[in-house]
């Protein structure tokens, strides 16, 4: 103690006038930890037993390495499917389908202005362009993650398929990664397409069918990364996030459901934030925090209830359009903490995509950083490398507080559906992204290439990725118009009054009915512009 003493006073006689650092969630970082900082943590915790801060299984990444799952959305089905075997042949381990924004916000390639087709994401409008994308993919082997918000009809294209092909629902694996609509309506307005009580129940509704007839098949995944990347600090986005999963659990359980059901099911899907240490401890907490309200707050009795199984995606909102190759290092430090964080799949940014879809040279580097760090750089050696360090404990603990205390807040306002409602966490979201952004601007929080180390516009220069080919986008325009043409409109207008039938008698699955509306031919805007009639359509700017 006596030396700790002396250092203390030797560094503030060099640094007199230090002004407190804090990280983004508004933790004060001490110049030094001891043991001290960390006392409270009087239990020796192993990963693969609750809490689970250590990591949710026994061997981690030792013995089950983190899902390679890169994001793809490109052009038309045969541009994604194209880009898909690249990326499988440079080491991706499974699929990720971000579908064409025209597609997020409801509507059939044929009702917008063809340039802005597949310029984010690929068209995807019926099961035909769904088994064109994943052609040559045996889909009893590969983890199928879709950007699919509601009323989900991606999902229902793929079970449509697997029926094609004759695989078994039970065999299919994957994850819906945009079935959070909480994160949509206060993050993401271009995702949402229902009102709120009309997302409410669709969600419900194809969490419990696919627990029956999907198994395998994650049907939710809890998003954190709008709201951080909206501005959220990084504990905000734990808390809102956590508060949205037991929002949903919730709604399950007061629909009959058992939690130990559908609770091994849940997933979650965050941000990873350039604040290393900072995202290290809030995974850590956030396992913590999950784990104690699955027990003591829902009543969950099995172990695979209480895990916080995650995907991490490196943060696009740190990269610049600035020194745009910078972008690498800032991808890897990102992914380096989602790893030694406990994550179960990662995506990692390529560098180019502060500046467009990314190119096939950015998708292959961002790829190969995920081998580089898992293959050649040990970190799957040691569970858990910073589980002991005076600073990370101490700081997990910090954030542990700071995401229940946020919870709290959120809990008082009677729980994240009416939180959202009332703006609450919009207005929470709002004052952090202003003041990231007043420190950003002050030069308070550097970034290089934007408000330092800065460089000419010649040596910026980044070419992005190419618009999807004009002739090929109108290609599809025309098949997809024959298409609607040929089939039968009696069966399609059949369905679709079915699915307004089954909205109506509040008892039956209304995306049961969505399958069976897709099944009989009715496209992604039929189906939306329907359920939208019926339930009440969130306001959304149109394309057209």
């Known amino acids: 103690m006596n030396a700790l003493h002396a250092w203390q006073q030797a560094y503030s006689s060099e640094l007199p006038a230090e002004a407190a650092k804090r990280n983004r969630s508004g933790i004060e970082i001490k110049p030094l930890y001891t043991p001290q900082d960390a006392a409270q943590r009087d239990a020796f915790e192993v990963p693969g037993e609750a809490p689970y801060t250590r990591g949710i299984y026994t061997t981690m990444h030792r013995g089950r390495s983190w899902t390679q799952r890169q994001l793809i959305g490109l052009g038309t089905p045969e541009d994604y499917n194209q880009r898909l075997r690249e990326v499988l042949a440079a080491g991706s381990t499974a699929i990720s389908l971000l579908p064409c924004n025209s597609v997020f916000r409801g509507y059939d390639m044929d009702q917008v202005h063809p340039e802005l087709l597949g310029t984010c994401g690929t068209v995807i409008n019926n099961p035909d362009h769904m088994r064109r994308a994943l052609d040559g993919v045996d889909l009893t082997r590969i983890s199928i993650g879709l950007n699919d918000p509601t009323p989900f009809t991606l999902l229902a294209f793929l079970l449509i398929e697997a029926d094609r092909q004759s695989v078994p629902w039970q065999a299919l694996t994957g994850t819906a990664n945009q079935s959070d609509y909480l994160s949509h309506y206060i993050a993401n307005h271009m995702f949402y397409r229902l009102d709120l009580a009309g997302a409410r129940r669709l969600l419900v509704d194809k969490i419990a069918y696919c627990n029956a007839k999907v198994p395998r098949y994650n049907p939710l995944s809890v998003v954190g990364q709008h709201m951080q990347q909206a501005g959220a600090t990084p504990a905000e986005a734990m808390a809102f996030t956590l508060s949205s999963a037991v929002q949903y659990a919730r709604d399950c359980i007061a629909k009959g459901m058992d939690p130990d059901t559908f609770l091994p099911r849940f997933t979650f899907f965050f941000d990873i934030s350039v604040s290393f240490f900072e995202e290290v401890a809030k995974f850590r907490a956030g396992r913590r925090v999950w784990a104690r309200i699955t027990r003591e707050q829902l009543g969950a009795q099995s172990p695979r209830s209480w895990r916080m199984k995650f995907h991490g995606q490196t943060s696009g909102a740190d990269l610049?359009?600035?020194?745009?190759?910078?972008?690498?290092?800032?991808?890897?430090?990102?992914?380096?903490?989602?790893?030694?964080?406990?994550?179960?799949?990662?995506?990692?940014?390529?560098?180019?995509?502060?500046?467009?879809?990314?190119?096939?040279?950015?998708?292959?580097?961002?790829?190969?950083?995920?081998?580089?760090?898992?293959?050649?750089?040990?970190?799957?050696?040691?569970?858990?490398?910073?589980?002991?360090?005076?600073?990370?404990?101490?700081?997990?603990?910090?954030?542990?507080?700071?995401?229940?205390?946020?919870?709290?807040?959120?809990?008082?306002?009677?729980?994240?559906?009416?939180?959202?409602?009332?703006?609450?966490?919009?207005?929470?979201?709002?004052?952090?992204?202003?003041?990231?952004?007043?420190?950003?601007?002050?030069?308070?929080?550097?970034?290089?290439?934007?408000?330092?180390?800065?460089?000419?516009?010649?040596?910026?220069?980044?070419p992005g990725q190419e618009r999807p080919d004009a002739r090929q986008i109108e290609n599809l325009i025309g098949e997809f118009r024959a298409w609607k043409s040929a089939r039968s409109q009696d069966a399609v207008q059949r369905a679709l009054d079915s699915l307004a039938r089954t909205v109506d008698s509040k008892e039956e699955n209304v995306f049961a009915a969505v399958v069976e509306t897709a099944r009989a031919g009715a496209t992604h805007q039929e189906i939306c512009d329907r359920l939208r009639r019926s339930m009440g359509f969130g306001a959304v700017q149109a394309l057209v």
């Open 320 to 462: 610049t359009r600035q020194q745009p190759l910078n972008n690498i290092s800032r991808v890897t430090v990102q992914a380096m903490a989602g790893i030694f964080g406990g994550l179960q799949s990662l995506h990692t940014d390529a560098f180019d995509e502060a500046i467009s879809c990314p190119t096939g040279e950015g998708a292959r580097i961002a790829v190969a950083t995920q081998n580089i760090l898992r293959g050649e750089a040990g970190l799957t050696d040691v569970i858990d490398p910073l589980g002991g360090s005076h600073y990370v404990e101490a700081l997990t603990d910090q954030m542990e507080a700071e995401i229940l205390r946020v919870m709290a807040l959120v809990e008082d306002a009677g729980g994240m559906f009416a939180a959202a409602q009332s703006g609450l966490v919009q207005r929470m979201i709002g004052r952090s992204a202003m003041e990231f952004q007043r420190e950003v601007e002050s030069g308070e929080r550097p970034v290089v290439g934007v408000n330092c180390y800065q460089s000419t516009e010649a040596e910026q220069a980044q």
